[in-house]
């Protein structure tokens, strides 16, 4: 029998109000490793929610590798390279690809009788993957978009639609001013959406490739480029290097050359502000691991100070120091569970009840979301349990020893 368990458990079961250690103490302590818990979790999920929403958003955009060409990504002008359907098949071959989609840019002006908008039209093909756009979907549905032929389809954001006055299936003006002069084209608008990521809802409408590539004066086979997504985006860097020894600086017929990069370094700004809520994420874990270390040390020195009797007569009759600080081991162990299944309680129903009703609101003008997201992760939190209970249990040795300066005679007369 382990002697020290079975007397640990014997004490904290106890119904006897006279053999308790004292409760405030015990519920302190439970409370401050509960709370501690439940807010790393909600944390952990809120900042994995945060990050992969406005990530997935970005992505929306513009995929996890761009392949485009080499002059585009040196300056602000947009440059054709080719891409047809063998250099579609490289890419496709590249390990790690999951799926391309072609695209080509071409800037314009939307205007109605009383006002005008500059914005960049997008035209996509028919392999274009529009779950996101369907996800962030407000009014219409998205068009079938060719590569063959126009058709004179339009797919424009919420801020857009609000700044000119327009409507679902409402026809607009688009104009176009290059080297040819100006050019006049009109649209039906078929769909709006809105994603909250400003930089991108007041400027990308989507409009069918075949539009955007003879708007440009380009052959058929040239476009912008070729955006890709890749299987696990944790790898897109190892991608991205097949990319550079297969495709980057290899000509096209026209003598455009090829060059790819990635999500990541298109957009250094918004990903490196997503790195830097881990930081935050790391400080409250060590801020919540402090107080509740803090409340079992301090529960635990009010728990020996109260069994002082105890102890010198365990100590009288005969127990070892390390027996006696056992018992309390044990005895705290017993508390840093129960707090650890208080605390997954509260993490995990707060966060139930954010993902299921949104309670708390975001303004989509600074945070891109209009309601606080959340991401379960169950690896996360198994490992912030261990780590909580180890930690607990750990800084609690120290002050056990306390156990081996209480004299037997001494207690004996106090009690």
């Not at 006897?16 to 409760?23: A, E, G, I, N």
């Not at 391309?100 to 035209?123: C, H, N, P």
């Amino acid at each position: 029998m382990n002697l020290p368990l079975f007397i640990a458990r014997r004490i904290y079961g106890s119904e006897d109000t006279r053999q308790k250690v004292s409760r405030p103490a015990i519920a302190i302590s439970i409370a401050g490793i509960a709370i501690g818990l439940a807010v790393m979790m909600i944390s952990i999920s809120v900042v994995l929610g945060f990050k992969h929403s406005i990530q997935n958003k970005v992505i929306g955009f513009g995929a996890h590798i761009q392949v485009t060409n080499f002059m585009t990504q040196m300056s602000s002008n947009d440059y054709p390279i080719q891409m047809d359907d063998s250099v579609m098949g490289v890419i496709k071959k590249i390990p790690g690809v999951k799926h391309v989609e072609r695209f080509a840019y071409k800037q314009g002006i939307l205007k109605t009788d009383s006002d005008f908008l500059g914005v960049m039209f997008k035209g996509v093909g028919p392999e274009f993957d529009n779950s996101f756009i369907k996800q962030n979907l407000l009014e219409g549905s998205v068009p079938d978009f060719s590569d063959k032929a126009s058709s004179s389809k339009v797919l424009i954001s919420k801020i857009m639609a609000d700044k000119l006055n327009l409507k679902l299936g409402q026809r607009i003006f688009a104009y176009f001013i290059d080297k040819s002069g100006i050019r006049l084209r009109k649209f039906t608008i078929q769909g709006i959406y809105q994603t909250n990521l400003n930089q991108y809802d007041e400027t990308i409408c989507f409009i069918d490739l075949y539009t955007a590539t003879k708007l440009n004066g380009w052959e058929d086979d040239q476009t912008s480029g070729a955006e890709v997504m890749v299987q696990d985006f944790n790898r897109v860097d190892d991608v991205e290097q097949y990319f550079i020894q297969r495709i980057n600086k290899t000509e096209d017929r026209y003598g455009e050359t090829y060059s790819s990069q990635t999500i990541r370094e298109s957009n250094p700004q918004i990903f490196n502000w997503l790195d830097l809520l881990d930081l935050n994420v790391w400080i409250i874990i060590a801020l919540m691991i402090v107080v509740a270390s803090v409340t079992m040390i301090s529960g635990l020195l009010i728990i020996i100070l109260e069994c002082t009797s105890m102890i010198g007569v365990m100590k009288a009759l005969g127990s070892t120091n390390t027996t006696i600080r056992h018992i309390f081991l044990w005895f705290a162990t017993f508390v840093i569970g129960r707090g650890i299944i208080i605390g997954n309680i509260i993490g995990i129903a707060l966060l139930l009840l954010q993902r299921q009703f949104h309670m708390v609101k975001l303004d989509p003008t600074i945070y891109y979301i209009k309601a606080v997201p959340v991401e379960f992760n169950i690896l996360l939190f198994v490992l912030i349990n261990v780590f909580t209970f180890i930690v607990c249990l750990l800084v609690l040795i120290g002050p056990s020893y306390l156990i081996s300066h209480i004299s037997p005679t001494k207690s004996i007369r106090y009690e």
